[in-house]
């Protein structure tokens, strides 16, 4: 019942900036831990952000000092604001959340659909 709608991917300069949002919609009472992971084909899906309901982040190393996680609890809303690109960013990329769906329920995970960024250089 939980959807997760992802938006903004496309194609940049090496250098250059794009911002990422995923919004969630459905049935929603809280969303507790949101993320973002990427995948190149045939890799596997890594990390990149997360932050938590309380607004702490963590970064993958790779993209530490460039990249920034934010939420917007009111629209539900998950962005990554990404920075200096470059190719190594090239992937799709994907939202994750951890959302109760009532009131006393246990969190259950759910994932977007992928957002393509392709980085030119």
């Known amino acids: 019942q939980v959807q997760l709608v992802e938006s903004g991917g496309g194609l940049v300069q090496a250098g250059g900036s794009l911002r990422l949002s995923c919004t969630a919609s459905g049935s929603i009472f809280s969303i507790n831990r949101m993320a973002w992971y990427r995948q190149d084909p045939g890799n596997q899906r890594e990390l990149v952000a997360t932050?938590?309901?309380?607004?702490?982040?963590n970064y993958a190393d790779s993209v530490k000092g460039r990249f920034t996680i934010s939420r917007d609890n009111a629209k539900k809303t998950v962005y990554l604001q990404m920075s200096r690109l470059t190719s190594e960013d090239t992937a799709v990329y994907y939202c994750n959340v951890d959302a109760v769906r009532s009131f006393g329920r246990a969190a259950a995970n759910y994932w977007g659909q992928g957002t393509q960024v392709t980085v030119s250089s």
């Open positions: 932050i938590t309901s309380s607004g702490s982040t």
